[in-house]
């Protein structure tokens, strides 16, 4: 790899962000990390400007509006994010010959199939969020020759509030209940962080790839074991979607085929543990 290759991050200092802009950095990249302070994605002059004046070979887009069940409610504001931000960044690495990787969502698809989600399936978002993302990945595709969209899912991470530390947060409540009817694949932000420096790496052909965790769980069966690796003694008990209504629908099976491209989420799970700071 070339010592001066160089990488904007956006929403570096979110929980994917703050895993992959020091690895990048392991690998020898020169990495400018931006986020909501210094570079609004959807302040298309800024937008522009920074990444002209920076001329980067690669765009790491990982801003975004995140918040599922707030999109609800929100949905002019995740679009202006996660729609107009994403315009915004699109335009500006078309412009300035820069290769765009952005980060999207298994809530893309509706979760009606019973088998792992394909590239080539056809997205149909239930919720506002998988809307906006989806519309997102339209903008990359529309002003971007040369991209990368990696659908990851179910995230989780050191540096954000996540599934399995709010799991670990209840632990010593006298009963947990968690649902056991969406299927998924828990991801691990180090292993996408790896996964996406070796799309760029490898030099892979531009296009959309499934960059989750291998397998397939439920979020109880998930649940089941992280108090397993953590040694919690817990009163955990499966529910249904039903049970545990939230804001936004859910797919109830948003499994993606990740065609070998990261390891078995199990695996991925111990090894967060292990390394888990208390
Ligand atoms: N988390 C998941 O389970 C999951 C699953 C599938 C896909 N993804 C995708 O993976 C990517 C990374 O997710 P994440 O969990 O790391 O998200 P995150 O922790 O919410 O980080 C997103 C970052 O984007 C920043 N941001 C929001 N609006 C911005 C704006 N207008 N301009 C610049 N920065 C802005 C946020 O800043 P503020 O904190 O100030 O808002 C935050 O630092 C996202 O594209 C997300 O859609 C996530």
């Avoid at 069966?221 to 979607?241: A, G, H, Q």
Wanted: charged fraction near 25%; glycine fraction near 6%; charge should be negative.
């Amino acid at each position: 790899m070339s010592e001066s290759l160089k990488v904007l991050v956006t929403g570096a200092k979110g929980m994917l962000g703050s895993d992959l802009c020091p690895m990048l950095e392991d690998y020898g990249y020169d990495v400018t990390e931006t986020d909501r302070d210094n570079l609004d994605i959807t302040n298309y002059k800024q937008s522009m400007e920074i990444i002209s004046e920076l001329t980067p070979d690669f765009v790491i887009h990982c801003a975004a509006y995140t918040n599922v069940d707030k999109a609800e409610e929100e949905l002019q504001t995740a679009l202006d994010i996660n729609l107009t931000g994403t315009e915004n960044i699109a335009k500006a690495c078309a412009a300035n010959n820069a290769v765009l990787i952005y980060i999207s969502t298994d809530y893309i698809f509706d979760g009606n199939k019973t088998t792992p989600y394909l590239t080539t399936d056809k997205p149909n978002p239930v919720n506002n969020y998988g809307l906006t993302k989806l519309k997102g990945e339209e903008a990359v595709q529309k002003y971007c020759e040369k991209y990368y969209i990696a659908r990851t899912s179910w995230l989780y991470g050191h540096h954000g509030k996540n599934f399995v530390e709010t799991m670990i947060a209840l632990a010593d409540k006298p009963q947990v209940k968690v649902v056991n009817d969406q299927i998924g694949c828990p991801t691990w932000t180090v292993d996408l962080s790896e996964a996406i420096i070796k799309l760029i790496e490898n030099k892979a052909p531009y296009g959309i790839y499934h960059t989750c965790g291998g397998g397939q769980t439920s979020w109880y069966e998930y649940t089941k074991e992280i108090y397993r690796l953590m040694n919690l003694n817990v009163n955990l008990s499966p529910c249904t979607t039903c049970e545990f209504p939230r804001l936004a629908k859910r797919p109830n099976y948003s499994v993606l085929d990740n065609g070998g491209l990261l390891r078995d989420w199990k695996l991925a799970l111990k090894d967060y543990i292990e390394l888990r700071v208390e």
